[in-house]
């Protein structure tokens, strides 16, 4: 894999690459995977797949469409064990889709930061949702996520940053990112599986 490569000319990150080739892989449903993402937030892997689980089961387990999530009554979706709040952004994402637009196609065409843009209009979808959602179901090969608590911890460690400073130390975590680049997808799964805290990868 070219990124392997790529990367191991940063020595500090090539201490921590397993030499195991990671393929992202892409999914097609992007209002499903940005649903999904919404639910599991804040829950331990174990809890999510629970959710999920019920949540396809409104639906005989099929991948909902839009207009079917905007159709299950509220209290429906609370009773899976969802917040207000989550039922409330769920159907933010449907009506998105529906009302502008959410076609892999539609999106394929667009940059990163246009992708960010165009997401984050969602009440309920900030930008590191559409970071996971760019890494994990667009296959984007070079998204770095900044403001990840997990990508922050370990590269803390890794490169002794110090951050008592959140900006100084965020505008120092870019720079290194740089060199990763345009493979910094892939420093972060790395990052993640190196200190064991990011999403299910």
Known sequence: MAYLTQLSLDKKMASILDGNPYELKKQKRIDFYLCSSIMSQQLSVKVAAVIKQRFLALYEGALPVPQQILDTPFETLRGI??????????????????????????????????????????KGVGRWTVEMLLMFAMGRE?????????????????????????????????????KWSPYRTYACIHLWKWKDNGPAV
Request: net charge positive; hydrophobic share 40%.
């Open 81 to 122: 064990g969802l917040s207000n709040a989550k039922v409330n952004y769920i159907q933010n994402v449907a009506r998105f889709a529906l009302e502008q637009g959410m076609e892999w196609k539609k999106l394929d065409k667009l940059s990163n930061e246009e992708i960010i843009s165009y997401l984050t209009q969602i």
């Open 142 to 178: 070079d998204v770095f996520a900044v403001d990840d608590l997990g990508i922050q911890m370990a590269m803390k460690k890794l490169y002794k940053l110090d951050d008592t400073d959140k900006k100084a130390f965020k505008e120092k975590m870019q720079k290194i990112a740089k």
